[in-house]
């Protein structure tokens, strides 16, 4: 890839989203690490609707509403050989009438490399789909990077990764506030 007109921590960033990785910058260090592999880790908390664990809570959607069911990377040459793949979402349906299928042009040099570019791009853009944000009793386990487990909440059950997690110790005691987002699974 070639630089052109752009900072190198938004070159970087772009390198980085394209690989699936994550960039964090803290202190003077910057940390990359794969989502996946965090994502995979086995849930250190569970929240159960009505199980009292919680103080507040509020449960999201991601931008429109929209989540693709399908990528499509594809790159004609100039030599006029095109290359393409298509990556699914997990719970793809292709009966499903609202299925929106995410169209990306990108230099590819095969079809394997052109599918692996489509399911980290495809698992970008979703990653988003579902959020939750919980007030919790203090507990030094709920920490960003951790998953957890939502039980009992309808579609929003399953497995989330806490993106950020704020932990405050005033008169009224411990309490941590964190933000998660739904693990992807199967891309």
Known sequence: MEQIKTSDIQFLETLCHNAGLAL??????????????Y????AVYTIRRGGGAYTKYKLGTGTA?????????SYTG?????????????????K??????????????????ARTLAEKILRRHNRYAKTASFTLPGGYSLVAGVTVRLECW??????????QAKHTVDGSGYTVDVNLRKVLEGY
């Open 39 to 42: 994502e995979a880790r086995a």
């Open 65 to 73: 509403d929209v989540q693709y069911a399908s990528c499509r990377v």
């Open 78 to 94: 100039p030599d006029g050989r095109c290359v393409s793949a298509v990556a699914w979402a997990e719970d793809y349906d292709a």
């Open 96 to 113: 499903a009438r609202n299925n929106q299928q995410l169209e990306i042009t990108a230099k590819t040099d095969s079809p394997d490399q």
């Open 154 to 163: 309808g579609g929003w059950d399953g497995k989330y990764i806490v993106t």
């Open 24 to 37: 964090k910058i803290t202190g003077n260090t910057i940390v990359l690490f794969d989502q996946a592999d």
